[in-house]
């Protein structure tokens, strides 16, 4: 999980929560208008100092978040300082009895000197809770540096204080999509969410050697995404995960990635109305194979493991769409071209040795019966040494099967197809490889399915039941 809690639950002083005085100040919450201030809102807290010492304010004491010893914690905040003084940002440790821990009252601070109307962002990176700490307070402090003088203000807004090595810039609920009130808005904790693409790299065939995606954390107002595959500069669209609906996690097995080169993904995410709301963090990750992995793609479950020869591959042409002219009066053509083409007339030589492993290849590009006719494009995801592309998608047309020793009662056959590189059809379609009835059959009962499962996207990731129906 990676998601992060807020703890102050009234982080820009919209709310009716005041803080209150740790020494020698008088908090209020302020509409003052100031330029860039406050950052957020119409209000932000003041602290009004009421003596020449320290002058500081902190969370209500109700507000305090719980914290136990050895954690560590974090805190952001924007503040203004009214003159030219010096101005602390701390985090301040607390027994059962309340009573402060350490040898100072700020323990942890983090000080800054401001001039006169300037506004500053201040934080505290991992301050980690000493000995019987049960809470945690973040404070605020005009330091006696600089001069001070009684009704000096500092104003604070925008306060994130979280359970992190590293402070979390604060995000606001309702404009930022992966921000949340936990409660009533402007009285409650925040969630931080950060979505996380998960890889489980898997090399067994069942039905092929394949990567695990699974992504998570996903806030509320994420309704669809769509995944990426990146594997050496060539990026592509995930099958099966083209604009799908998510709710909280996604979880699909990626059957079309390479073989012993990193595979990157990563998701873009979309909001209800199709807003764009950005990407998730890249995750990397290899699967190993030592053989070659063949399959229709609208068809996974029936890839085989095939022998591809090593001079498969060995001219490879992308030519370019266009005409060459050469006008009057030009000793040089003139070039008018259209892109960069795939490769073409890719000449691939396979070989198999089990009959029921030919039927299958063979069968991938079409059958005789109405109802199984097949897009004549293959998934080819080769060991690595061919220098064809990692995960390649053969248009093939033709191919030509040489029955090597089937006259003398063998089952050696050799294969030859010239393929052009072609996009996979129908790339929002996938083949679902673990179905409702999988599960069923695998569970003799509804109160045993729930007793394996705590979630319903542990259910939709155990691939382990695929083919049990």
């Given amino acids: 999980m990676t998601q992060v809690i807020q703890y102050d639950k009234n982080p820009s002083a919209e709310g009716a929560a005041v803080r209150v005085a740790r020494a020698s100040a008088t908090p209020t919450v302020a509409t003052d208008v100031f330029t860039s201030w406050p950052p957020l809102g119409t209000k932000s807290h003041k602290l009004v100092a009421t003596a020449v010492t320290v002058a500081s304010v902190g969370l209500p004491n109700a507000d305090r978040p719980a914290a136990a010893s050895g954690q560590q914690w974090s805190v952001s905040a924007r503040l203004r300082s009214s003159q030219a003084r010096t101005v602390e940002l701390a985090l301040v440790f607390y027994n059962t009895a309340g009573a402060t821990l350490g040898s100072a009252l700020l323990t942890v601070p983090v000080s800054a000197a401001f001039t006169a109307g300037e506004i500053k962002t201040l934080q505290v990176n991992g301050a980690t809770a000493p000995a019987t700490t049960a809470s945690v307070d973040v404070q605020v402090s005009r330091t006696v540096a600089g001069a001070p003088a009684i009704s000096d203000t500092v104003h604070v807004d925008m306060v994130s204080l979280t359970r992190t090595a590293t402070a979390v810039p604060y995000r606001e609920p309702g404009s930022d999509a992966f921000a949340t009130w936990s409660g009533t808005a402007n009285a409650s904790t925040q969630v931080y969410w950060t979505p996380a693409v998960t890889l489980t790299p898997a090399s067994d065939w069942a039905p092929s050697p394949r990567m695990l995606v699974f992504v998570d954390d996903l806030p509320p107002g994420v309704a ?82 095939i022998d591809v020869a090593d001079t498969s591959g060995n001219a490879l042409t992308r030519p370019v769409n266009g005409e060459r002219f050469y006008p009057e009066q030009r000793t040089l053509a003139v070039f008018v071209t259209g892109r960069r083409l795939g490769l073409q007339d890719v000449q691939l030589y396979f070989s198999t040795d089990v ?115």
């Fill in 355 to 469: 009959d029921q492993i030919a039927e299958k290849f063979e069968s991938m590009l079409g059958g005789y019966g109405d109802d199984d006719q097949r897009v004549p494009v293959l998934c080819i995801r080769t060991p690595g040494f061919t220098d064809l592309p990692p995960v390649f998608y053969a248009g093939i047309l033709k191919m030509t099967e040489l029955p090597i020793n089937v006259k003398i009662g063998g089952q050696v056959r050799e294969w030859e197809a010239s393929a052009d590189e072609a996009s996979p059809p129908f790339a929002g379609i996938v083949v679902a490889l673990l179905t409702r009835d999988d599960i069923d059959a695998f569970f003799a009962t509804r109160n045993a399915r729930d007793a394996a499962y705590a979630t319903r996207t542990a259910i939709d990731r155990d691939y382990s039941k695929a083919g049990t129906a």
């Fill in 224 to 305: 669809t995404l769509t995944l990426f595959r990146t594997v050496k500069g060539r990026k592509a669209k995930v099958r099966g995960a083209i604009g799908s609906t998510v709710a909280g996690a996604f979880s699909i097995p990626d059957v079309e990635t390479a073989f012993n080169v990193p595979s990157s993904y990563r998701a873009q995410m979309f909001s209800a109305t199709g807003a764009d709301l950005g990407y998730t963090a890249a995750a990397e990750a290899t699967v190993v194979s030592a053989v070659c992995s063949v399959h229709n793609p609208l068809d996974p479950a029936n890839a085989v493991a």
